[in-house]
């Protein structure tokens, strides 16, 4: 009796009531079980992915924590993959954010090498997102991932790649969201992984022929100095930013400086 009351409501000609039953997938995929999930609901949510309306695609994407929990991963591997790819690369800026939202739980139930093989690219592809919120937020997710998965898994899984990937991005805009991965990951992790992987990614963009990614790696070592034990490393970085033919670098670098020489 429920079904084809929700099928016919899923291509309601008013957005609102589209959005609306988008929002109760969730809460009924947990009563139904996984096998009725499957056939009868997956499908509903495919549907509304495809929906001409961002709000109803985003309803839809912000829903799915419970079904992910109720198919299990043969499934999810099989269908969400695809539905999250081109939610990624919907028009609306806000449906993308949301996809990143969700990362942290579809990585829990899709397991290492789902994430390794697929969205690895995706948290990749975040980053190089022509929006600075949906940047912002790929970077800030980050964190996120750490605390779900921890520092150990991340490092080559993500960590690694991100930091390789800006570095060597050749949009200045994107590279200067290294010194932010950078500041969001130095607390989550050791100073080893700091002085091993972010470190050497920090020195390479100190000579960047752009002046605001030389501040943001100034800026970014600001910050950190506080929570490492050991500034010897980035002494020499600092001393070249100190001298640095922009003010501002030369600011932040040389206000990064008192903070060692205290």
């Avoid at 912000?62 to 198919?71: A, N």
């Avoid at 690895?120 to 937020?137: G, T, W």
């Amino acid at each position: 009796k429920i079904l084809p009351v929700l099928r016919t409501l899923a291509s309601d000609s008013s957005v609102s009531v589209r959005a609306a039953v988008a929002t109760q997938l969730n809460p009924l995929s947990a009563i139904a079980g996984a096998e009725l999930a499957a056939s009868a609901l997956f499908p509903l949510y495919t549907h509304f992915f495809a929906d001409e309306s961002s709000q109803v695609r985003l309803n839809a994407v912000s829903k799915m924590d419970v079904v992910c929990q109720v198919m299990g991963i043969e499934k999810l591997s099989q269908s969400i993959l695809p539905a999250i790819i081109q939610l990624v690369e919907d028009k609306q800026w806000r449906v993308r954010e949301a996809v990143i939202e969700h990362l942290p739980t579809l990585t829990a139930h899709l397991g290492e090498k789902f994430f390794d093989e697929n969205l690895v690219k995706i948290c990749l592809d975040l980053l190089n997102d022509p929006v600075h919120q949906v940047r912002l937020s790929a970077i800030n997710n980050l964190s996120n991932l750490i605390g779900r998965f921890g520092i150990d898994w991340c490092r080559n899984r993500l960590i690694v790649p991100v930091l390789a990937h800006l570095t060597t991005n050749q949009n200045y805009l994107r590279r200067t969201g290294l010194g932010h991965v950078v500041e969001v990951i130095t607390p989550l992790g050791s100073e080893e992984l700091f002085n091993e992987v972010s470190l050497p990614a920090l020195k390479a963009l100190a000579t960047d022929p752009v002046p605001n990614v030389r501040l943001s790696i100034a800026r970014a070592l600001l910050n950190v100095l506080p929570g490492l034990k050991s500034h010897e490393g980035c002494k020499g970085c600092l001393q070249l930013l100190s001298q640095d033919s922009d003010f501002d670098v030369q600011y932040f670098a040389q206000k990064a400086l008192s903070l060692i020489n205290v």
